[in-house]
C-alpha cells in the first residue's frame, strides 16, 4: 500500500511540476463552439481534447493539471507556514514556560474551540480572496497541533540530564532551545506535516469550491468542482477529473503520513 501510495503521489507531484509543458493547451482558452465535449471514447468527443472540455469550452486536462500544481503549491506553502507559527510557539511555550506558556496554550484552546472554517470564511469575506490572504488563511489552519505537539515534547526534553548539564555549561535558553531542543523535534513534526498537508489540500477545495478561493478565471482542482457542479446532470466529467485528483492526493499523503508515523514510533517499530 506503502508503494502504490508513493507511486501515486510521485506521478502526481510530476505532473504537476511539468504542467506548463504537459498541458495540451492554453488551460483558459475558451471556445464555445466545443463547450461540454464529452472526454475520449464518448460520442460527441474532440481530438485534442482527451477529458472533455467545460461550460467555457475549456481543456478539462489543461486545467486539471495547472490546478494540481496549484492546490499542491498552496497546501505545501500554508502547511509550511502552519508549521513555522506552531513550531515557533509550541518551543517557546516548552522551553520558556510559566505565563508564557500559559498564554500560548490558551490561544491553543481558542482556536481548537472556535471551528477553522468559520474563521477563514470571515477572513477571505473581510479582507479579499488573494493570494496572499488565502495563503495566510491555509497557514493559519492547524498551528496550534504542531504547538501542542512540540510544546509537550519541549517540556519533556527540559527535564532531562542533557538539557541540565547545557545549563551548567552556561548555554542560553535560545541556545538550548535551537541546539538541543529542536533537533529532537524533527521527526513528530514530519510526522504531523503529513496529515496537516491532506487537510490544508481539503480546506482550499473547499474554500474554492464556495467562490473564496482563488478566483476565477484560474483554476485549482477545489474551484473545478465548485464551477462543475452545476453541470453534474450533464457533463458530470467536469467535477469527476478534479474530484478524483484531490481523492488521489489526499489518499497518497495521508497513507504516506501513516508510513512515517510508524516509522517514527519507536513503540511500533519493535512489535
Known amino acids: 500500500m506503502q508503494r502504490a501510495a508513493l507511486l501515486i503521489g510521485v506521478v502526481l507531484l510530476v505532473l504537476a511540476v511539468l504542467a506548463p509543458w504537459l498541458a495540451p493547451v492554453d488551460p483558459?482558452?475558451?471556445?464555445?463552439?466545443?463547450?461540454?465535449?464529452?472526454?475520449?471514447?464518448?460520442?460527441?468527443?474532440?481530438?485534442?481534447?482527451?477529458?472533455?472540455?467545460?461550460?467555457?469550452?475549456?481543456?478539462?486536462?489543461?486545467?486539471?493539471?495547472?490546478?494540481?500544481?496549484?492546490?499542491?503549491?498552496?497546501?505545501?506553502?500554508?502547511?509550511?507556514?502552519?508549521?513555522?507559527?506552531?513550531?515557533?510557539?509550541?518551543?517557546?511555550?516548552?522551553?520558556?514556560?510559566?505565563?508564557?506558556?500559559?498564554a500560548i496554550m490558551g490561544a491553543v484552546d481558542t482556536q481548537i474551540a472556535v471551528p477553522f472554517t468559520l474563521i477563514a470564511l470571515f477572513v477571505l469575506t473581510v479582507f479579499g480572496s488573494t493570494l496572499t490572504v488565502l495563503v495566510v488563511v491555509l497557514g493559519l489552519y492547524g498551528w496550534e497541533q504542531y504547538a501542542r505537539i512540540v510544546r509537550a515534547e519541549a517540556a519533556r526534553l527540559m527535564t532531562l540530564p542533557f538539557i541540565e548539564a547545557a545549563r551548567c555549561a552556561g548555554a542560553s535558553p535560545v541556545r538550548i532551545a535551537l541546539t538541543h531542543v529542536l533537533p529532537n523535534l524533527v521527526s513528530p513534526l514530519v510526522v504531523q506535516f503529513t496529515p496537516s498537508l491532506s487537510n490544508i489540500i481539503l480546506l482550499e477545495s473547499t474554500l474554492s469550491f464556495l467562490g473564496l478561493g482563488v478566483q476565477p478565471p484560474t483554476a485549482t482542482l477545489g474551484a473545478m468542482v465548485g464551477v462543475g457542479r452545476d453541470f453534474m446532470p450533464t457533463a458530470p466529467w467536469i467535477v469527476l477529473v478534479p474530484a478524483a485528483l484531490i481523492l488521489a492526493v489526499t489518499f497518497s499523503i495521508q497513507i504516506l503520513g501513516d508510513w512515517l508515523r510508524d516509522r517514527a514510533d519507536v513503540r511500533l517499530r519493535r512489535r
Do not use: C, Y
Not at 478539462?60 to 492546490?71: A, C, F, K, N, V
Open 28 to 102: 483558459n482558452k475558451q471556445s464555445l463552439i466545443a463547450r461540454f465535449r464529452p472526454p475520449l471514447g464518448f460520442a460527441g468527443a474532440r481530438p485534442g481534447h482527451w477529458l472533455g472540455t467545460d461550460e467555457l469550452g475549456r481543456d478539462i486536462l489543461s486545467r486539471g493539471l495547472h490546478g494540481l500544481g496549484l492546490t499542491l503549491m498552496l497546501a505545501a506553502l500554508g502547511a509550511t507556514l502552519g508549521l513555522m507559527i506552531g513550531g515557533t510557539l509550541g518551543l517557546l511555550a516548552g522551553v520558556v514556560g510559566g505565563r508564557t506558556q500559559a
